[in-house]
């Protein structure tokens, strides 16, 4: 007698009742789920692709950053003078009135030496709003005519924003060589760059113009 495979097990319980544990353990285990079916817009996004499988999901912005001319050593070492002057306007007076009137100090010493909390958080704060916010444009970097532009979307998120703030730090960490790598890296990218996918281009019209013209 040939049984759909379905009701298999309950023809094997009928037949060999009474079940014993065991017998009630493997009767349990021999039924076979039907498999859910997904259509349209019921699928899951994390069902429509394997999560264990690499996406090139940046190839088609990569191309699109192709013969882009790059920022030039004084370029961007302009626009990083200019941000750190601004930090430290913006992170003296915040300091002095944190010490002054929440900490309630009476002997106020000011130090910026990147070693600081106040330090940290005053530059973490700035790139990173100027990156999300100004899409990879600070003030330095305005003036400098040069922009920080990502690897893997159109515009800086969040995250990266906030990674190629970080990523000033990994620099001095590496005792300024995170930032001398500029001479050498073929695309210019200093240690924020690689951090976050990114790359600093120059904007200067005639910049764009000669990189168009060859």
Known sequence: MILCPRFAPVFWALTWAPLTPLRCLLFLSSFQLPRPRYHGVMTLGFMKKDRRLFQLHETNRVHALQGLPLATVPQRLLGYVIDIALALILWAPLE????????????????????EAGNIVVMLLYWAAWNYFGNGQ???????????????????????????????????????????????????????????????????????STAAAT
């Open 138 to 208: 600070t003030p330095g970097k305005f003036v400098a005519r040069t922009r920080a532009v990502s690897l893997t979307s159109e515009r800086l998120g969040l995250w990266q924003s906030i990674e190629r703030a970080l990523g000033y730090g990994a620099a001095i960490l590496e005792g300024g060589l995170g930032f001398v790598q500029v001479l050498w890296d073929k695309n210019r990218m200093c240690a924020q760059d690689r951090l976050a996918e990114t790359i600093v281009v120059d904007i200067r019209k005639k910049s764009r």
């Open 96 to 115: 002095f009135a944190w010490r002054r009137y929440l900490l309630h100090q009476q002997h106020i010493d000011l130090t910026w030496n990147f070693h």
